[in-house]
């Protein structure tokens, strides 16, 4: 009985070994096997890589382009911010005042004001952060613009400025409830 199975198990391997040896030979030699349908002796074309092509004969018109629309949802409304922040001194407490205009989610304009009965707090107020501050906050995105450092030596402004944003940028984000009021 086993030599019976060995005895099938080879000839099916020679079968398709001699099979597999015509396959290849007939294609080395550019010969094609595939009779595509047709009874041999048939005349044939020869068979070459064809991609087949999608025949389009209609023209899809594209929609004619427009105008060019941002298509970028901006996080805050656009417009001017006016917030008040105030901050402790060896001298007492402090009033300070921040305007920031926004446009495009970044800040395009920032003044400062202080109200202060200090001399050092005026004289860093005026001499030191209001002309520092607009270099570095002006053209920042809004949520990029918060302070790290001192300005020009003035940290407790800096700390003011940071609490005043936070409070502008509050006021200016856009939510459901502002978009449809505020684009109108």
């Known amino acids: 009985m086993e030599d019976k199975k060995t005895a099938g198990a080879v000839v099916m391997t020679t079968?398709?070994?001699?099979?597999?040896?015509?396959?290849?030979?007939?294609n080395a030699n550019g010969t094609n096997t595939d009779t595509g349908g047709l009874a041999s002796g048939a005349e044939q074309s020869p068979r070459e890589n064809v991609?087949?092509?999608l025949?389009?004969?209609?023209?899809?018109?594209?929609?004619?382009?427009?105008?060019?629309?941002?298509?970028?949802q901006h996080k805050y409304n656009n417009g001017r911010y006016s917030v008040q922040s105030n901050f402790f001194?060896?001298?007492?407490?402090?009033?300070?005042?921040?305007t920031i205009s926004i446009e495009g989610d970044a800040i395009s304009e920032v003044t400062t004001t202080m109200t202060s009965s200090s001399d050092l707090s005026r004289m860093?107020?005026?001499?030191?952060?209001?002309?520092?501050?607009?270099g570095?906050?002006?053209?920042?995105?809004?949520?990029?613009?918060?302070?790290?450092?001192?300005?020009?030596?003035?940290s407790l402004h800096s700390i003011a400025f940071n609490a005043a944003l936070e409070r502008a940028k509050q006021a200016a984000f856009r939510s459901e409830h502002n978009i449809a009021y505020n684009d109108a």
């Open 55 to 72: 025949n389009t004969s209609k023209t899809i018109p594209l929609t004619q382009p427009g105008p060019t629309v941002s298509m970028r």
């Open 124 to 134: 860093f107020q005026e001499v030191r952060f209001a002309p520092g501050i607009s």
């Open 89 to 98: 001194t060896p001298s007492g407490n402090e009033e300070f005042n921040v």
């Open 15 to 26: 079968i398709i070994l001699v099979g597999f040896y015509i396959l290849v030979l007939n």
């Open 136 to 154: 570095q906050v002006v053209g920042k995105d809004v949520d990029d613009a918060t302070l790290i450092f001192a300005v020009n030596g003035a």
């Open 51 to 53: 991609v087949p092509t």
